[in-house]
């Protein structure tokens, strides 16, 4: 079974900071690769999205992800962030194929402080 | 603008007392989903639906009922709701199959409380 790990539950960094955000992945087969960010009383909101060809993804707010297979990871880095960022962020995966079902992990506070 | 609607926002309830939670999306989307997100477990999808009278069991399916009599909407239906029940509701929707499509849009949230 599909899984995902999301090791660090609370990432408290200083604003301007650079930051890194880790996912862990198990698949044996191939598959899509999500960041979704969930500001404070809001919906989901898609980060990025790997689902094939270059393994280094950008997003939206300046916001990147690298694909390493051997590795299984989509580890979520941003150079420099802002109080605004201040979120949770969840990593999901989805398996290739005909099933459009994500697995989430269970998600990573970023606190971003003055 | 394109969007997925949850109904209500908040809902406080007793145990027992059957409640719906509405969700609606305008973008012609086949799959639709329901998760809950409970804390230390992110997100954990209870029903999908593939398309209009196509629906299928999550992970977490017991104690829910979906419908899908138009393709737009997609209720959650709680029979008789527990405090187990308690949790942070979200419906998701996207396109279709298939790699581009397999976009998932989410609603803004149902905070519901069963006492």
């Known amino acids: 079974a599909q899984s995902v790990t999301q090791l660090d539950s609370q990432v408290p960094v200083f604003e301007e900071a650079p930051v890194e955000l880790r996912c862990n992945y198990s698949?044996?087969?191939?598959?899509?690769l999500f960041w979704y960010v969930q500001y404070p009383n809001q919906g989901l909101q898609l980060l990025l999205k790997y689902l094939s060809g270059s393994t280094l993804v950008k997003g939206i707010n300046g916001f990147e992800a690298e694909f390493n297979k051997s590795q299984t990871s989509f580890h979520l880095r941003k150079p420099s962030v802002h109080i605004s960022d201040t979120a949770e962020y969840f990593c999901?995966?989805?398996?290739?194929?005909?099933?459009?079902?994500?697995?989430f992990g269970t998600g990573t506070l970023l606190a971003v402080q003055p | 603008e394109a969007q997925v609607t949850q109904n209500p926002r908040y809902l406080i309830t007793v145990t027992g007392k059957k409640l719906t939670v509405t969700c609606s999306q305008n973008?012609?989307?086949?799959?639709m989903s329901w998760y809950r997100q409970d804390p230390g477990l992110g997100l954990r999808q209870i029903y999908y639906?593939?398309?209009?009278?196509?629906?299928d069991k999550g992970d977490v399916p017991e104690g829910y009922k979906v419908s899908r009599k138009e393709k737009r909407n997609f209720p959650l239906i709680l029979e008789s709701p527990s405090p187990n029940q308690t949790s942070l509701y979200f419906c998701?929707?996207?396109?279709?199959?298939?790699?581009?499509?397999?976009?998932?849009?989410f609603g803004a949230g149902t905070r519901l409380s069963v006492l």
């Open positions: 639906s593939m398309n209009v009278e196509v629906t």
């Open positions: 698949s044996s087969v191939s598959v899509y």
């Open positions: 973008m012609n989307h086949e799959y």
């Open positions: 999901a995966v989805r398996r290739g194929g005909a099933t459009n079902k994500l697995i």
């Open positions: 998701a929707s996207s396109l279709g199959q298939g790699e581009a499509k397999n976009i998932q849009y």
